[in-house]
């Protein structure tokens, strides 16, 4: 390994660091939350080999099933290094991203381009905004992941065909694979390659082992049930999809031309007949691959090949979001590559001009970090860009919601449902507003609880087992005191929503006050196994102590007191158990056990005078104690 080689791969780093560096400052966004966040499997390392083969396990809804073992062991990963900590995700992000800039150098390095062009493209490559999204948004970790399995797999197929690197090659593709169905195109990519750059016979011996990977991953993503529902649930039909990506196409050549309106949701329709807009998308795009096919370069050719294969997938199989620039991620290294073969070629002002550009589009995507740096700034931003599109008033709505501006959330949310009156998410967290002010209101309670359960029981009509809708219209009746319908409602939603820990919480807080106190141990357990929380260890220990399972209670309230160690509630309610705990025990003769427990409890009680002096149960508890303790 040469000095000079190190200089440059130190240089590339360095280059990425000082343009996305300053996105570790970023947070979670929107699926994030579902597949992430609130998703229970990823806390326990143990569960990594069930992410091979249960789909279900990507995220806490069951329904947004999605085949990629390898995004959730890192995110396993991430969570056991840190928790829920956005910076370390992104520390990981900006590191896929580095690789994927270093693979760039070295795939244009063996596909034969000087070094000076192959940095070229990997510079490029590294400073375009267009590969923003993977580096700024977790979730985007699967496209970024997939394809440096598949610039790795390329990278090692280019080597010099011994066994070794053959082994390595195919192991790449496998990663790529278990990150995203994307890279199921790498063997076409292969064989592209030896038929238009080096126009030789296939030699299948060596061909083969990737497309038996790629057919072994199809049979899997078949046989747990992936493929199949994924399909079924396509939003759109193939030939409504066909016309809208070929629509899609000129965009996203506009978008890596271009790359000045970015946006997390682009403002972008369905194509649902061939009108005039579609036919002239589809004359400029296939007027494009007839100029790059004239050119005769069978580079070219392959290259464009290449880029047109990374994109089948989105092309094909029908997505809820229309076009997306993450998707564009392993076309704009391919479009990298291709330039940098004409670096070497190109008069000096070219190469200054392009140079310029370079600095430019480093100077956007540093400044799309702040764009992306949270869940406001990000949809606040697609809102502007995209006025007529649902998804960002949705979003934008949930942002100033969590910022405490109600009326700013109630406004989005309207004119979410103005665009969209079907719109199940934008309904539910317009009622989730009106429950909110419910819970603080007690004179306008029964009119805002009455327009929160209305919208609730739309959405409900067309979706019965939405799970917010659900599980919120258990707690409007939680709220009105209407335990039976609440339980029927919470039932619902624990039955279809096996994962949701605040779905579990709520019906043990209904089975408390129907006083069914063994079900609501069993229900605060389960949501303390989803979501480890103080206010529902507190309704476990309560729970516990109701029942006379005293043991059971003190050692949930001392789960309270590890994270919250001024918590009064749990101060107390400890030290009543345990006073209890040790009479039975036979402290006041002298037992061991029943002193040592009445010990902690003073101790419980002198914590809790010290936060609160004037707490008048607890003096009188720990003067009697203090009269009694041998």
């Given amino acids: 390994m040469s000095t000079a080689w190190i200089g440059r791969a130190f240089g590339l780093s360095l280059g990425v660091w000082l343009v996305y560096g300053q996105a570790l400052g970023g947070s979670f966004h929107y699926d994030d939350f579902?597949?992430?966040v609130f998703n229970p499997h990823l806390r326990d390392l143990g569960n990594i080999g069930s992410f091979l083969i249960d789909p279900s396990l990507f995220s806490v809804d069951p329904d947004k099933a999605m085949y990629r073992?390898?995004?959730?062991?890192?995110?396993?990963?991430?969570?056991a290094w840190g928790q829920y900590n956005p910076a370390g995700y992104l520390l990981v992000n900006v590191s896929i991203h580095l690789v994927n800039v270093l693979l760039v150098w070295g795939v244009g390095r063996r596909l034969g381009l000087s070094e000076?062009?192959?940095?070229?493209?990997?510079?490029?490559?590294?400073?375009?905004?267009l590969v923003g999204e993977?580096?700024?948004?977790?979730?985007?970790?699967?496209e970024s992941l997939a394809?440096?399995?598949?610039?790795?797999?390329?990278?090692?197929?280019?080597?010099?065909?011994?066994?070794?690197?053959?082994?390595?090659?195919?192991?790449?593709?496998?990663?790529?694979?278990?990150?995203?169905?994307?890279a199921a195109v790498l063997p076409a990519v292969l064989l592209a390659y030896e038929v238009l750059w080096r126009r030789q016979d296939i030699s299948w011996r060596r061909h083969a082992p990737y497309w038996l990977l790629t057919a072994a991953y199809i049979g899997i993503i078949s046989a747990n049930r992936f493929l199949g529902p994924a399909l079924a649930k396509a939003p759109r039909g193939l030939y409504e999809q066909l016309l809208t990506q070929g629509k899609a196409l000129v965009y996203y050549a506009y978008l890596?031309?271009?790359?000045?309106?970015?946006?997390?949701?682009?403002?972008?329709?369905?194509?649902?007949?061939?009108?005039?807009?579609?036919?002239?998308?589809?004359?400029?795009?296939?007027?494009?691959?007839?100029?790059?096919?004239a050119q005769g370069d069978r580079r070219m050719r392959f290259l464009l090949c290449w880029g047109g294969l990374s994109l089948l997938p989105t092309l094909v199989v029908p997505l809820n979001v229309l076009v997306n620039e993450h998707r564009l991620y392993m076309l704009v290294a391919v479009m990298a590559i291709a330039l940098g073969m004409g670096w070497e070629r190109w008069g000096r002002a070219v190469r200054w001009s392009l140079c310029a550009w370079v600095l430019v589009a480093g100077l956007l995507s540093h400044q799309r970090i702040e764009v992306w740096r949270d869940e406001l700034s990000l949809w606040r931003d697609a809102a502007n860009k995209g006025p007529q599109m649902v998804r960002p008033q949705v979003f934008l709505g949930n942002a100033w919601r969590v910022a405490g501006d109600s009326a700013s959330a109630r406004s989005a949310y309207e004119r979410a449902l103005e665009l969209d009156p079907l719109h199940r998410s934008a309904r539910t967290n317009l009622a989730n507003l009106f429950l909110e002010a419910a819970q603080s209101d007690r004179v306008q309670r029964p009119s805002l609880l009455e327009r929160a359960e209305g919208h609730y029981r739309r959405v409900l009509e067309l979706e019965p087992g939405y799970r917010e809708a659900l599980t919120n219209l258990g707690s409007l009746y939680m709220l009105r005191g209407e335990w039976v319908p609440a339980a029927h409602v919470l039932s619902a939603a624990v039955e279809q929503h096996p994962f949701y820990a605040d779905a579990y919480f709520n019906l043990g807080l209904v089975r408390v006050e129907l006083g069914d106190f063994a079900a609501a141990v069993e229900l605060f357990r389960r949501a303390?196994?989803?979501?480890d929380g103080v206010e529902v260890w507190y309704e476990l220990a309560n729970a516990h102590a109701r029942l006379g399972q005293l043991a059971e209670a003190a050692a949930a309230y001392r789960q309270v007191l590890e994270s919250a160690r001024r918590d009064e509630r749990a101060l107390y309610n400890l030290a009543e158990v345990l006073l209890v705990a040790g009479e039975r025990a036979g402290a006041a003769s002298g037992d061991v056990r029943g002193v040592a427990m009445w010990r902690e409890g003073q101790e419980a009680l002198e914590a809790l005078l010290k936060v609160d002096p004037d707490h008048v149960r607890g003096a009188l508890r720990l003067r009697q104690l203090r009269e009694r303790l041998p």
């Fill in 34 to 36: 579902h597949s992430l």
């Fill in 69 to 79: 073992p390898l995004v959730l062991v890192s995110y396993a990963l991430n969570y």
């Fill in 116 to 129: 000076s062009g192959a940095l070229w493209s990997a510079v490029l490559f590294c400073v375009h905004p």
């Fill in 134 to 142: 993977p580096v700024n948004y977790v979730s985007s970790r699967s």
């Fill in 147 to 182: 394809v440096a399995g598949q610039l790795a797999a390329f990278y090692f197929y280019l080597g010099d065909g011994r066994d070794r690197w053959q082994w390595a090659s195919g192991a790449a593709l496998l990663c790529a694979l278990l990150s995203k169905s994307i």
């Fill in 256 to 293: 890596l031309a271009e790359p000045v309106r970015l946006s997390v949701e682009h403002p972008f329709g369905v194509a649902d007949q061939l009108g005039t807009v579609t036919l002239l998308a589809l004359a400029a795009v296939g007027s494009l691959v007839a100029v790059a096919l």
């Fill in 528 to 531: 303390v196994q989803l979501e």
